[in-house]
């Protein structure tokens, strides 16, 4: 080995690499995942990458685990660890066998999906909600729950939309990875998205009443513009919360009251309980997709996700709904008076 770095300057040096490959989304979930172990490193008094053996490893581990942490969410930071010690092992870092004494946990269908979802029933009502509201209808936080609930799209897919992606006419948007805006799967993850007639009025109102004449820094014109231009990934969030907010259309499950309560704004938004972030819509979404019987192909192709993925961790959310919607009308008739 012929370097030597500290876990902090290695973690460093990693991050931006990946910058010139993933979306900043990732990189900074890299971050959070990496700087736990590093801090854990500097609090073990380990100052060079070199020094690291496999008992620090299976160390860190047990203290993860100590942690109570979620399953699915141990075997990510770990995975990042050994995505770490992998890059390190190819600039001769640290020696070339340490990233296989990584153990990464074998995690069950249940611990590894995630059932936090935009139900279809919220989704509908919210939805209804804009689209006969005269003062919401076109707004950001509405026309960004258009586009993720019938595209099911990313949010880093989203914001990579320019206003050209865009064809009423058609009525499709086109997905592009044109770094700096990337896609996650870069040009793979290119496809061209139907959305339905009222997506359509919902993005030309927004375009008209509340989009403002902006370029990113790069000249482009994006689809979704704030005053500034491209809008952050936080100004996406904020949209998400507040659009998904249930007190929109019924009373406060939380027993608070709307016009007082601090969760509508904005820098609070993502605390109120019922409030789903874009990741959630886009699970909604796929679910909700499966269960409207577009085949599990297709909807692969127009959330850009692989078949394994939406059978593994969606098509079983699918099935339940639909169970639950048929349970009450086939209960009925499931009794021994029924019984010929």
């Avoid at 979930?29 to 172990?37: A, D, E, M």
């Avoid at 930071?77 to 990233?99: E, F, H, N, R, T």
């Avoid at 608070?256 to 704004?265: D, I, K, P, V, W």
Wanted: hydrophobic share 30%; with cysteine.
């Amino acid at each position: 080995m012929s370097r030597d770095l500290s876990p902090r300057e290695a973690r460093d040096r990693f991050l931006s690499r990946r910058k010139q490959e993933n979306t900043e989304k990732t990189v900074r979930s890299y971050k959070n995942r990496l700087t736990r172990f590093v801090q854990w490193t500097e609090d073990e008094g380990i100052d060079s990458m070199a020094d690291l053996s496999g008992w620090d490893l299976d160390e860190y581990r047990a203290a993860r685990e100590a942690a109570d942490i979620a399953p699915a969410t141990l075997k990510g930071q770990l995975m990042a660890v050994k995505q770490l010690l992998d890059y390190c092992a190819s600039i001769d870092v640290v020696d070339g066998d340490l990233p296989d004494k990584v153990t990464i946990p074998t995690l069950s269908r249940a611990e590894e999906s995630n059932d936090t979802k935009l139900d279809v029933d919220d989704a509908n009502a919210l939805l209804s909600y804009y689209r006969s509201s005269s003062e919401m209808f076109g707004r950001p936080e509405h026309a960004f729950l258009e586009v993720t609930w019938h595209t099911g799209a990313r949010m880093s897919g989203i914001r990579a939309l320019d206003l050209g992606d865009f064809d009423p006419d058609r009525q499709t948007l086109e997905f592009r990875h044109r770094p700096p805006t990337r896609l996650k799967n870069k040009e793979d993850g290119e496809r061209v998205v139907g959305i339905s007639k009222p997506v359509v009025k919902a993005l030309r109102t927004y375009i008209a009443r509340e989009r403002f004449e902006k370029r990113d820094d790069e000249g482009r014109e994006p689809l979704f513009a704030g005053r500034q231009g491209r809008p952050s990934d936080t100004t996406f969030r904020a949209w998400s919360y507040l659009g998904t907010q249930p007190c929109h259309v019924v009373q406060c499950p939380h027993g608070n009251r709307r016009a007082t309560c601090e969760f509508t704004r904005r820098n609070h938004a993502s605390k109120c309980p019922s409030s789903r972030s874009p990741h959630a819509i886009r699970t909604g979404s796929i679910t909700w997709q499966l269960l409207q019987g577009l085949s599990i192909d297709i909807v692969a192709a127009r959330v850009n996700a692989t078949p394994k993925t939406i059978r593994r961790h969606y098509y079983r959310a699918a099935e339940r709904d639909e169970f639950e919607e048929l349970r009450s009308e086939h209960t009925l008739k499931l009794d021994i008076e029924n019984y010929d």
